[in-house]
């Protein structure tokens, strides 16, 4: 699956979609192949305040328990209920099903994240040993 | 085959194998409940027990009776500390020869060490065979239909428990291919109907078999299955796992265990401790939990009871994928085991709610005769 352009990627295998200081936020194809079927996930509550690289849920698979990590500084302002039922989508759709979305505190933290391109080769070179 | 492999003991294990091959937990666990799945458990140990005084050595060593096993026929065992805590579960099988003792990966060498240090007193001969065999386990209601196409003995034959050895054969695009000498026991770690066959060592012919099977197995639906759904499989069905339902600080009493136990035997080890604590009776038991608010239960997480208080710890907990739900099996005090009881599991610092439910959470259907 090829890596949409429209965003930027964390080494922690997330994506950040933002226009202006609002932000839409999920996994990538390669995080929910490595976790394999998703059984659930566990989003920040609406308001929370997080702070980029802190964790800021964590998303199961039935063998495992992975953390998610803020890619960015912000407010959440809305997350997304659907995964609470369907947690599966993620597998299926993991660039459409979104996480979480927040307002971003500095929005140019984002200038500091891997382009589409940047993480592609990131996730060759992880995959490769 | 393209698995997700990971360090089991010292052993590279597949946990799934890909979802391009229509694989993954839940479709490998799925499989082997509707049709049939394969598991490469190599891993397994086997020791030999052998000589005169064969049946006297596994009656010392093991809690259940090898006297009443029939030839051909096996047994779920298990070998104990002298404090009726667990050494290893087992499966004996009574051979021709004498015994084979089928013991998990994790725990080879030390079974070995302690087969050989406490049968010294028995005329016998203690044979570690677990780098001769290798072992392919078929599993599901097909298992039979599936392993059948390569069985010259009549599978029908063979009770649930019971094993033979007979040969394997298939045509080969034309050639005839065979592998002599394997042990087919109908036995398994999953809850289903299945086989486990023992093929002296020959990677050839492993791996011949296992592709063979793979093939055979199209039709009813056969994929290959890892470690992921061995767990959840065995789970469902309340099958323990060695560190987990039994360990060397457990006993027998509190793993629920007691069917398996023959207190009736004059001697064995680990018998008076076993006496001694069925006396004092137990402090904590076995029980199965099921989740009744959103969150799943790990191993190792805190129990609490309805109030709060901590009153055990989860020893396995994940997804069940068959019966949609999140279970898990716990340690608790005997007050709070009964069917029904409120409790909650503390995940990540949070309480959720679960309840304590029957076990086995999964039998599977009894088939027509």
Redesign the interface.
Known sequence: MPYPTDRKYTKEHEWIQASGASATIGITDYAQ??L??I??VEGPKVGAELVAGKTFG?V????A?SDLFAPATGTVTEVNAEL?TAPEKVNTDPHGSWMMKMTLKNPSELDALLSAADYEKFVAEEAGH | MGAKMVDFNGWDMPVEYPASIGCGIVNEHMAVRTGAGIFDVSHMGDIRISGPQALAAVQHLCMNDASRLELWQAQYSAMLHPQGTFVDDVIVHRHPYGYLIVINAGTREKDFNWVRENTRQFDCTIENLSDVYTQIAVQGPRAAEVLQKISVANLAQIKPYWFTLTHLAWDDGGSKRGVGDVMIARTGYSGEDGFEIYIAMSESDSVAVWNVLLEKGKEFGIVPCGLGARNTLRLEAKLPLYGHEISDTINVWEAGLDRFCKMDKPEFVGRAALERAKAAGVKRTLVGLEMTERGIARDGFKVLDAGGGEIGYVSSGSPAPFLKKNIALAYVPPESAAVGTPVMVEIRGQRVGAVVVPTPFYKRPKKAA
């Open positions: 192949q490595s394999g079927d059984v659930f964590t199961e698979s039935v063998k328990v609470a």
